[in-house]
């Protein structure tokens, strides 16, 4: 007689794991990177390899060498980290870049918190901001580089909207002139791939056809994108109402900068959001609320991920007091 | 320039004055007072907090030792004689000296004497598996190898052997604290007297089965034949529910048990070799 | 929209492979063990000994204490031994050992195919004869029924729901009952409600039995106080305050009990047992039990003697294969892996499992990525996560204020866990503890 297996109750199992979440949050990737690949060409594709190598390769000899547990690069938890981190970079950032972000992203926004589930800031923002802070000319360098497959003429300036908008503004212009400026100013142009940008955020559409496959195969619920996005339309739409010249309109604010890539890819990683549905709605408006006012009234022309890094902090405290309806209980 | 530092300091230092005073009234109007020897007694407490006396920690201890001004039934295990001489002293009162005792770990179930006859695949917790069902092996009594105890212990004294799946004591580490007694479900681990020389006899099983069916499951369990009992020239061994034990109190070390227990089931420890399945690992 | 429990869930696969293979009768074997546990509560006191001859159905011990149950021999024979025997878990449990010869029925047992429809007793003597009757709930916790038909002083109950979900994949045994013998579990249910004082009765079916839900509505035309409820197939919709819930909207509250919403549950299979007791004067000493599995030969659906020895049960659906790995009394989600297979079925057996290691076998736990699946799938709103780590660091202060009490123990949690986090083994000992901590607090 063989032996018996026993354990305790249940005895199967739903075969999720966290690699299968981790390779669906890739997939959903895939539409931004093709867009990319095809707007910004080799450099794009340079930056996303370089950069999911590095965090690969920072995780696995942190953990082999440093923690001394069993290295858990499988789950691909970094290579997303990196590819997410890269996605958020200009299109023209020399690979050194990518890599000094890598280590930051893993070494220290990861890593040194304990690992995967630990950290209470999401890596690739951490890794992105540290960028931001320290080569300033390179991380707002818009311009674009050469691509295969797109010939340069109707390339966008090589602003970006928001700054664009911010320098203008600055300068004492109204929105009406600005516009009258820059005529790929457009919500077509933003919705399709001509916004000027970081790599993952030239095209909406693409980004939403991953917000779609993320809903579809359940691995994250709607519930912070669509509350990041309805506070900055709220926000941004009562702004915009009592000044029109000053204050850009909800579907600008929405459809620029990196409020999609960051209210579907970044906001909702499970380690740094909140577990309650309330917990995750809370998290989601005050996102949406920092973004706007950064837009509005702080020097960077993008706030998100600040406005996320910030949320981020505040996510234990909501996991202690926001707690899920329990049942049998008014 | 000059007044703005000027400012500077005003401000800050006056701040920095106000708080101090804030600080100063509340601490003095919020002050409880404490009897001094309760400090005196901590700081000379091991400091390990493990719970061993019976008290929530070293201090909630001393304030018991204080409260009370006496020591009965207070003893810091891990602190030992030495500890409580000083408390005692600190008392004014008299210690009691206590012999000091080990933890001894009563079954030798390796994987040799006690083949598997399941696969356990859950999480390795004593209390889980016992809460479960009988353990791995065909003897329902002895050690489930979960390390429970290996985790209750707050001195790394108790460690499970991969190779036997048992635990095994560091006497030297071991403060006879009590805990890993108590997080062990089946009550394999005992407080014993550490023993002249460390020297120790037991019966290394608590399998109650009848002789048969406890020999069925594990080769070196007690059968409950009463050999050792009738042998023992001091009385210290009884049989009950076909379970041999010694009575550390009244054991005087002879060691004739040791030789008539024919399943080996009787250990003798630290004495100088004679006896030659004895290996203390 | 289909009727199902308001928060959590899930929905493992749907695989009934037996459910198609009609009720066959086991034969008798050559000796029984009938455990005196087979219910939740006291053991029950042996009223025969060794040497006794005693018939099928005839009363072999008695119930000691309110919360115990009766126990009837399931053959006929001589009573070889009284002594502990291992359960299925592998710890020995006092049985009442018999050596078959024959099977003669005790006289008073009507053993007729005819429905017994007019229910001629009274409510007190309906509990006294299913106490007598020795009939315990069949849907896993072995509850004494009479007990559970007898509200406590202050508590009244106004609708009985009677459980014909079988949300576990595998299981068919209650399912084939309802298909083979809808109208004797209609009137077990009205014996009940007439018991309970009730004029509304339920029997909730999910839909991915459509047959069931047929057949059943077909017969209850004529029982127009019980209505059949179809709902939608989601895990753990057999638990009791979930089925309250996804049937009449009502919350079990907090640390409560059903009858404090004014319901009673009982199973389907409870239903036929009260049927047989209160109609045929039949003790409960057999049922239906499905012996299934994706690697064995067969899966049938029996009609089984209490005591039965497991592997004797495993023999009949060919032999057992190479690649089975676990045996389970019950279903894969909350069911009882089987250590000892020479252990003997009891009253609440409703079906043995065999699943493969590629089935069952553990994945290595990775860390939490703090996902909140868990949670999401909790069907009391719990969070799972938060209770694994408190119950490890062994905190019971905060377990109580994350009310680990209310756990189901239905094993969502750790069915959904992404990273294979055996979240349910220390919720489910730290539960037990925590329970100890409040029934050792004064009042």
Known sequence: ?330 | ?281 | MKKTFSMGGIHPHDKKISAESAIERFPVLSKAYISMSQHIGAPATPIVQKGDKVLTGQLIATSSGFISANIHSSVSGTVSAIEPYPDIAGNPVMHIIIDVEGDQWDESIDRSEEIVRDIKLTPQEILKRIADCGVIGMGGASFPTHVKLSPPPGKKAEILIINGVECEPYITSDYRIMVERPEEILIGARIMMKALGVSEGYIGIEVNKPKAIDVMKSFSASYPEIKVVPLKKKYPQGGEKQLIDAVTGRKVPSMGLPIDTGVVVQNCATALAVYEAVQKNKPLFEGVVTVTGDCTEQQRNFLLRVGTPIDALLNSVGRLPKDAAKLISGGPMMGKAVSNISAATVKSTSSLLVLTSEQTLRKEEGECIRCAKCADACPMGLEPFLLNKLARAGRYADLERERVYDCIECGCCMYTCPANIPLLDYIRISKADVLKILRSRPK
């Not at chain 1, 951490?126 to 797109?150: C, E, H």
């Not at chain 2, 060691?255 to 399943?263: A, F, G, M, N, Y």
């Open chain 2, 1 to 281: 320039m000059t007044a703005a530092f000027l400012y500077t300091i005003l401000v800050l230092g006056g701040l920095g004055l106000v708080l101090a005073i804030v600080l100063f009234v509340v601490a003095n109007k919020f002050k409880v007072e404490e009897d001094p020897r309760i400090d005196i007694i901590e700081s000379v407490m091991p400091g390990a907090n493990c719970g061993g006396c019976g008290f929530a920690g070293c201090r909630a201890f001393a304030e018991a030792c204080v409260k009370s001004g006496n020591l009965d039934g207070k003893f810091c295990p891990v602190g030992g004689n030495a500890v409580m001489s000083k408390v005692a002293s600190n008392l004014g009162v008299v210690l009691q000296e206590k012999a000091p005792m080990v933890a001894v770990v009563r079954c030798h179930g390796t994987c040799d004497n006690r083949p598997t006859t399941n696969i356990y695949n859950g999480s390795p917790s004593c209390r889980i598996i016992s809460s479960l069902y009988s353990g791995e092996t065909g003897c329902k009594w002895g050690c489930l190898g979960g390390g429970d105890c290996e985790r209750a212990c707050k001195f790394g004294a108790i460690k499970i052997n991969k190779r036997s799946g048992l635990p095994e004591v560091d006497q030297d580490k071991c403060t006879a604290c009590g805990a890993c007694v108590k997080a062990c479900p089946k009550s394999v681990i005992e407080l014993r007297n550490k023993g002249p020389k460390n020297r120790r006899v037991f019966v290394s099983c608590v399998n109650q089965e009848k002789g048969a069916t406890a020999r069925k499951a594990c080769a070196v369990a007690c059968i409950g034949c009463r050999k050792c009992e009738k042998v023992c020239p001091f009385g210290a061994i009884t049989v009950q529910n076909n379970l041999s034990y010694i009575d550390f109190n009244k054991c005087r070390l002879c060691r004739k048990c040791v030789d008539e227990c024919p399943t080996n089931a009787i250990w003798a420890v630290n004495f100088p070799v004679k006896v030659p399945q004895q290996n203390n690992e």
């Open chain 1, 1 to 330: 007689m063989r032996k018996l297996l026993v354990s305790p109750a249940p005895h199967i199992h739903g075969n999720e794991s966290t690699r299968k979440i981790m390779r669906d949050v890739l997939i959903a990737l895939s539409p931004s990177l093709v867009v990319s690949l095809y707007f910004f060409g080799v450099s794009a594709i340079e930056l996303v390899l370089v950069g999911a190598l590095a965090c690969v390769s920072v995780e696995y000899v942190i953990q082999k060498y440093l923690m001394k547990v069993k290295p858990t690069i499988n789950d691909l938890s970094a290579a997303v980290t990196g590819v997410l981190l890269a996605l958020n970079l200009p299109p023209s950032a020399p690979w050194w870049v990518m890599l000094i972000g890598s280590v930051v992203a893993i070494g220290v926004a990861k890593m040194s918190f304990g690992g995967l589930g630990h950290n209470i800031f999401n890596p690739a923002l951490v890794g992105r901001v540290f960028l931001l802070i320290s080569f300033p000319a390179i991380m707002t360098d818009w311009s674009i580089p050469d691509s295969w497959f797109r010939d340069g003429v109707d390339a966008a300036s090589g602003a970006t909207p928001l700054s664009l908008i911010k320098e203008g503004l600055s300068s004492g212009m109204t929105l009406e002139q600005i516009q009258a400026q820059n005529p790929n100013l457009s919500y077509m142009h933003m919705l399709f791939f001509k916004t000027g940008g970081s790599v993952g955020e030239v095209s909406a559409i693409a980004l939403i056809l991953g917000f779609i496959y993320l809903l579809v195969r359940k691995v994250i619920r709607p519930h912070i994108t669509l509350s990041i996005l309805v506070t900055i339309a709220v926000v941004s739409g009562i702004f915009s109402l009592c000044d029109p010249q000053q204050f850009t309109d909800p579907a600008f604010n929405i459809l620029t900068g990196g409020v999609l890539i960051g209210s579907i890819f970044m906001a909702t990683d499970y380690v740094t959001s909140p577990m309650s549905t309330r917990g995750m709605v809370i998290y989601g408006v005050g996102i949406g609320f920092i973004t706007v006012m950064i837009r509005y009234f702080g020097s960077y022309p993008e706030g998100i991920s600040f406005a996320i890094l910030i949320m981020n902090s505040f996510v234990p405290l909501l996991n202690k007091y926001v707690k899920p309806k329990r049942f049998g209980r008014r």
